[in-house]
């Protein structure tokens, strides 16, 4: 199964309008910030790290970015080919290879598997708003890329995030400039129930390695100039023996 086209649509909107400038988009943050911290608890993990890196769901591709400065093969996909152009425009060298793919189709991640072999896999906020029907094929297909050696680290807003988000949109003053296009465009952040996660990566086949919670910082600020974070959670996976 493939995603909604209801949902495909949100994602080219957003990102058709999306400014290309570094931290325009409300979780653009700076990867020091974000997968630079991600990095030193996957890296431990990683038992090759010569492997090719898939950054799934890597949108204007800021994390990507930082892999490719660090991995020798890595590998940009999304949904969106509106997103992919922001990253190819943002990686004028290529030090990344982009590809557009719906990751929640069972046939595209096993064929990039494929073409890759046996992948490391990074996520961050990509299952916490798809619907429903689309998380456990999108988990599906992070198995798929990962093969026998792969390890992917997944970072994820938790419940908890949903009622910072939910007050921040009804501010009376109106939602933060950078989170309102999110909303405008339908995209419904931290929908995922805590336990349901662990329920999905089983049901993959797959086995949790560790796991922890991390707040995942946005690029918005509260009126008093402190930078919004909101609650998440990760894992370290891998396939199952
Ligand atoms: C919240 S953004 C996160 C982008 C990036 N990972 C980051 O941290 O900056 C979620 C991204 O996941 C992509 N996405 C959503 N569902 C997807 C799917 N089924 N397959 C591939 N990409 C998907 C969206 O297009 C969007 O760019």
Redesign the pocket.
């Known amino acids: 199964m493939s ?1 909604t086209r209801r949902y495909r649509d949100a ?1 080219e909107g957003f ?1 058709r309008e999306a400014p290309q400038e570094a931290g325009a988009v409300f ?2 943050a700076e990867p020091d910030r ?1 997968v630079g911290r991600h990095l030193a608890l996957f890296e431990p993990y990683l038992t090759d790290p010569g492997l090719p890196l898939v ?6 591709g ?2 990507t970015r930082f892999l490719a400065d660090r991995f020798p093969r890595v590998v940009g ?4 080919a509106a ?1 992919l152009d922001h990253a190819r425009r943002a990686d004028p060298a290529g030090q990344a290879m982009y590809r557009q ?4 189709e069972r046939n595209a991640a096993q064929t990039l598997h494929a073409e890759l072999g046996d992948a490391n896999v990074y996520m ?3 299952l916490h ?2 619907e429903p029907d ?1 998380r456990q094929p ?1 988990v599906d297909g992070v198995a798929a890329l990962l093969g026998e050696r792969g390890r992917a680290f997944l970072v994820e807003l938790s419940e908890a995030a949903k009622s910072v988000l939910v007050g921040l949109a009804r501010d009376p003053a109106g939602p933060p400039p950078k989170l309102a296009p999110v909303l405008r465009h339908g995209i419904a952040p931290g929908e995922v129930a805590d336990a349901a996660v662990p329920a999905y990566l089983h049901g993959a086949g797959l086995t949790v390695l560790a796991a922890g919670e991390l707040s995942l910082t946005t690029t918005e600020h509260t009126p008093d100039g402190t930078r919004i974070e909101l609650p998440s959670a990760w894992w370290v996976v891998a396939r199952a023996a």
Not at 55 to 60: A, E, W
Not at 77 to 80: C, E, H, N, Q, T
Not at 101 to 104: N, V
């Open positions: 995603v994602w990102w979780w653009d974000t950054d799934l769901g890597c949108g204007n800021t994390q996909a999304d949904l969106s997103a793919l719906d990751a929640a961050r906020g990509v708003q798809c689309d999108l």
